[in-house]
């Protein structure tokens, strides 16, 4: 194989990489937020995609334009870069994400999550 096809089967394999990370995150995204879990055809309405491509596009399958991922983050009510965020990257263990995106949907202030610290702290000390 030529230095050509070696670093053309090194990008393939990058893109295909990043193509299953976004659909994992997309899919995590949808099963973790606050409150009810949307459904795919709840997020697919909201993005106004077909729920069969959604569901490509969470297996991995399918390589979304950027205007397709745009629609989905608004429907997931996050930020588009929250979709190509590493898991982990910020060394956070990903169970406490819904607390920590609760806290940034209502706007918690300091105050509030000393409060918050507090009920929690007399629930299971």
């Known amino acids: 194989m ?7 089967l090194r990008n393939a394999m990058g893109q295909a990489s990043v193509v299953k990370e976004v659909g994992r995150k997309i899919r995590q995204l949808r099963l973790a937020r606050v409150g009810p879990k949307l459904t795919q055809e709840e997020l697919s309405e909201r993005a106004r995609i077909s729920v069969s491509f959604l569901s490509m596009i969470e297996r991995g399958e399918r390589s979304p334009h950027l205007e397709t991922l745009s629609k989905i983050a608004g429907a997931l009510e996050v930020p588009l870069a929250t979709l190509f965020d590493e898991q982990g990257q910020d060394g956070l263990d990903p169970m406490y994400r819904p607390l920590i995106e609760a806290c940034r949907k209502y706007n918690l202030g300091k105050r509030d999550l000393d ?9 299971f000390a």
Request: without cysteine.
């Open 2 to 8: 030529g230095e050509w096809s070696r670093e053309g």
């Open 115 to 123: 409060r918050l610290v507090s009920v929690v702290r007399t629930m």
